[in-house]
């Protein structure tokens, strides 16, 4: 079955950087896309990464310049780079396989910014 387990994230002062990762198991990894999602408190689901199989890239407005998605086909993992943290960053970020029966998320890691 699938499985995504995200890993990296924690508390960052703001200005700081952290690399989130997910290891997925259970489908072919490298002929999928994959994405970043966050959920601050209140608020909905958003998307902040996506990389396609063949490795282009797309990204929420907000996060632009700051964070760099990647993917390591070989050790079906995928990175999410952040860096220049800001408070607003603050949420749990979900690692999201979009399977083509149905979408499958990570169990989440939290982010948390401080000023």
């Known amino acids: 079955q699938v499985q995504l387990v995200e890993s990296g994230g924690g508390l960052v002062q703001a200005g700081g950087s952290l690399r989130l990762s997910c290891a997925a198991s259970?489908?072919?990894?490298?002929?999928?896309?994959m994405g970043w999602y966050r959920q601050a408190p209140g608020k909905q689901r958003e998307a902040v990464a996506t990389?396609?199989?063949?490795?282009?890239?797309n990204y929420e407005d907000s996060v632009k310049g700051r964070f760099t998605i990647s993917r390591a086909n070989g050790k079906n993992t995928v990175y999410l780079q952040m860096n220049s943290l800001k408070p607003e960053d603050t949420a749990v970020y979900y690692c999201?396989?979009?399977?083509?029966?149905?979408?499958?998320w990570g169990q989440g890691t939290q982010v948390t910014v401080s000023s």
């Open positions: 259970g489908y072919i990894f490298r002929i999928y896309a």
């Open positions: 990389i396609t199989s063949g490795g282009s890239t």
């Open positions: 999201n396989f979009p399977g083509r029966l149905s979408d499958y």
